[in-house]
């Protein structure tokens, strides 16, 4: 019997399960995939344009910003995304995603209060967080070294 | 007349004069892709942006309804139009061009029967002749106002459900016709605790149950008393859970029940759940179901429009999903 109160309990029998191991697998293969591109890269900026190890990481983020930008903008980034799930999401190229697809979608409201306004909608929290952890992180990290 | 406690029965005969059901290129793609009278042939519907897509399917539903017809668009005394978006702003740009009283509904997608049955009303009590009734819903305006940008690489689960880009329009009056709009039950806002954005089938089940519980009582009739029973949007997920909740009620739908979200994708159409928003309901009622009861391969239909009264903001506020269903029955006039 079905009731208000044991309602979310009775109905999971209906609620088609998410699939976390294949999508595990999809975004470990896909994720692994992205880096694999990005280490071709720097391999690339390294071996054809005279950067080193550390300096080769620049434009090796820049090209793979560049590339889920145009990938977003012709439509395929999202059906990665579907497909991928946090394979795609977590790689700098889903940041970039974020951004140019919150772009795309405020542009009707024109260039300042439509695009400049919302590009950062989504990647705000990444952000926010990125600085806040990267701060208390470098903090720790500079007690420890004072400390030990 | 009330008959009941939630219902209406028109008695002085309300009648369906013209319908019209506008899609998008996927609705096209579909099972039902014949059945419309225009579909376009992109999302954008030759307009600069969703939001001018989406007046422009209302528009172009309501044209298309007004030209089957006689009836001269200054003869029309009221026009009744919700649909998703924050102020109702696609019916509320499209009725400016349109000469006549207009009342602005929103019953998230359960606005098709909403605005159907307080039309029909008018016209039974007498204050209006002909009534232009009207819904509408893009996927991609949906997109933005209720999740994220389109173009945002974001994985769905398989509860989710995708909007149907479309119109619907239907004109009814009083003088008869071959389908009548019989009566409507008017539905309750039921809240079953369910908050995920994102499995809207799960939480508008007990809405439409319930007011197809109500229903049989108020009119004093058995699901078999149906061809078809309808629901909007309820989707792969919520309709095993409306059969069961309608089941232990008394009322076995099973052998007459069929879903609008599930009847206008293939199911390799890559939809999850399947379809949902106003237009769901809307185009394949004034449709599919308006030509077959149109053919006589129908009689009487319940249709029970599905809405989810859902606000990003407030569900993030960790608010549950309240729910509404709406009811009318469609049947022949001969019937």
């Known amino acids: ?148 | 007349m009330k008959t009941g406690k939630q219902s209406w029965m028109y008695n002085q005969g309300v009648f369906v004069q013209a319908s019209a059901a506008v899609t998008g290129p996927k609705e096209y793609q579909g099972p039902l892709g014949q059945t419309f009278d225009y579909s376009y042939e992109n999302l954008h519907c030759d307009e600069k942006n969703w939001e001018s897509a989406e007046r422009a399917l209302l528009k172009k539903s309501v044209d298309i309804c007004m030209s089957k017809t006689n009836i001269r668009e200054d003869a029309i005394d009221l026009f009744i139009s919700g649909d998703l978006l924050n102020q109702n702003v696609s019916s509320n740009y499209v009725a400016r061009e349109i000469p006549s009283s207009f009342l602005c509904v929103f019953g998230a997608c359960s606005t098709s029967m909403e605005g159907l049955a307080i039309g029909a009303s008018l016209i039974d009590s007498g204050n209006c002749k002909n009534v232009l009734a009207s819904t509408s819903s893009h996927y991609s305006t949906a997109e933005r106002q209720f999740r994220y940008p389109t173009e945002y690489g974001g994985q769905k689960p398989d509860t989710a459900t995708s909007t149907v880009t479309g119109a619907g329009t239907i004109l009814i009056n009083g003088e008869a016709s071959d389908i009548q709009v019989e009566g409507a039950t008017i539905g309750k806002v039921i809240d079953y605790g369910m908050s995920d954005p994102l499995d809207m089938g799960s939480a508008m089940a007990p809405a439409a149950a319930d007011t197809i519980v109500q229903h049989m009582k108020d009119f004093g009739r058995k699901p078999e008393d149906y061809d078809l029973i309808l629901t909007g949007d309820l989707s792969s997920v919520g309709t095993p859970i409306v059969k069961k909740m309608t089941e232990q009620s008394g009322y076995d739908i099973e052998g007459v029940h069929r879903d609008c979200g599930l009847m206008i994708y293939h199911s390799n159409q890559q939809v999850f759940s399947g379809g949902s928003g106003c237009a769901c309901s809307a185009v394949v009622t004034y449709g599919y179901i308006l030509q077959q009861l149109k053919k006589n391969n129908l009689k009487k239909v319940l249709i029970i429009a599905t809405g989810a009264l859902l606000s990003p903001t407030v569900v993030q506020q960790k608010e549950t999903i309240p729910c509404i269903a709406h009811a009318v029955v469609l049947k022949r006039a001969d019937a």
């Open chain 1, 1 to 148: 019997m079905i009731t208000k109160e044991n309602y979310a309990k009775e109905i999971k029998k209906y609620q088609p399960k998410p699939k976390l191991f294949k999508n595990c697998l999809k975004a470990f293969i896909v994720g692994g995939l992205i880096c694999v591109v990005g280490q071709a890269l720097s391999v690339m900026y390294i071996e054809l344009f005279g950067f080193t190890e550390k300096s080769a990481g620049n434009p090796t983020v820049t090209t793979l910003i560049l590339i889920s930008a145009l990938l977003t903008g012709f439509g395929v980034y999202d059906r990665l995304g579907q497909f991928a799930g946090a394979g795609s999401a977590v790689p700098v190229t889903g940041f970039a995603n974020s951004i140019t697809s919150a772009a795309l979608e405020h542009k009707s409201e024109g260039i300042v209060l439509g695009v400049a306004t919302n590009m950062f909608k989504l990647a705000g929290s990444v952000i926010v967080f990125g600085t806040i952890s990267a701060y208390l992180v470098g903090m720790i990290r500079y007690l420890v070294q004072q400390f030990l």
